[in-house]
């Protein structure tokens, strides 16, 4: 380990004092205006180069190392989520609605954590580190921006975690290949004429006709999707109609698909408008069908993921690396690593019974065991520092 064990006891009541911070006052994806200058506040007196306002409210700060060599990126997460938070924590959110229970916070404050030993560390790299603090990666609109503004310019090679509330803290779990799936958006409107509930014979009624769809939709996988190919068609909205005895003139309705394979993935949109439209028509109903790609597989990259193992082994100990299945989440961490080599993983943040009962992501009782912060720290640190010793390592990915 090159990390002293003196200055990580020291930094880390200072990053769990700022995750909570973060917590109290977390923001919406596009309004991340107070944790971009919380983060700013944090490293501005560190000398690095930081551009803000990056592809919304994102921040990058480039380390610059004694030496030449490659640049390798750290990316983190800053978004809350629109959920009334029910922890009973004492730092708990003072935004109404709006909650960190993505763990964003967590992510975050590692990247922090990260960035400050780093920092101290500069006269021993051999080339660069770039942090990415990025905004709204809960509506996916957070890493093209970034892209777009130079995020991955000049950059070799770029790692990425996420917490994950059923895998005990002290752990994690990551896998070579696809990591996370692909995510596409269904919206689908079906519409009728509406009339008097007790005369149906008047009407076409598109509340019975969306009831058919949500069950047909379903045969998209199971009778469709060969039976060893993960696929998940899951509608997430229903809305329509406005009293008992009123049969409405339109249902809307909304959902997610998710793929692990490209070649599953293309079929999706044509087996979905198919069987919407002709379940739909069967009821005399139109219907419209929006579907949308929204962001690829996360896939890691072997010699990256391996990198990760290497540096895990050496610092937590090799007992600690849980060799997982893909998730059927997503992440837009999946752009930058279809553009350069990378690995995302799985930071457990559980307590040490957790497992798949834990309050999970997106739940209004999810709770971090901030005891994960400097095992997120201690790896991103030690990759970085591993990659950049001038041995090269960081040239094969
Ligand atoms: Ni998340």
Known sequence: MFTPEAEKA????????????????????????????????????LGLTIRSGVGGHGVIADLAGAFPGPTVALRADIDALPIVENT??????QHDGVMHACGHDAHTTVLLGALKLLAAAKDR???????????????LAGAAPMIAAGALDGVSEIYGLHILP????????????????????????????????????????????????????????????????????????????????????????????????????????????????????????RVTVAYQRQVPPVVNNAACEAKLRRTAERTIGGERIVSC?????????????????GCFFWLGSGGPDAGSHSPGLHNAQMVVDESCLMVGVTLFTELALGLLDGSGESQDA
């Open 10 to 45: 020291r930094l880390a009541p200072q990053l769990v004092a700022f995750r909570r911070e973060l917590h109290r006052q977390p923001e919406l994806s596009l309004c991340e205006e107070r944790t971009a200058a919380a983060i700013v506040r944090e490293i501005a007196p």
């Open 125 to 139: 790299l051999h080339g660069n580190v770039r942090f990415l603090f990025q905004p709204a990666e809960e509506i």
């Open 325 to 341: 299945k893909p998730s059927m989440g997503g992440e837009d961490f999946a752009l930058y690593a279809e553009r350069i080599p």
């Open 88 to 93: 009973g924590l004492p730092f708990t959110s």
């Open 166 to 285: 059923s895998l005990p803290a002290g752990r994690i779990a990551s896998t070579p290949g696809t990591f996370m799936a692909a995510i596409d958006r269904l919206d689908i409107v079906v519409e009728g004429r509406g009339g008097h509930g007790s005369m149906p014979e008047q009407c076409i009624d598109p509340i019975v006709a969306a009831a058919a769809v949500v069950t047909g939709l379903q045969t998209a996988v199971s009778r469709e999707v060969h039976p060893l190919e993960p696929a998940v068609v899951s509608l997430g909205t229903i809305n329509g109609g406005t009293a008992n005895n009123i049969i409405p003139d339109r249902v809307a309705l909304s959902g997610t698909v998710r793929t692990l394979s490209e070649e599953v993935r293309a079929a999706m949109p044509e087996r979905i408008e198919r069987l919407t439209r002709l379940i739909a028509e069967a009821h005399r109903c």
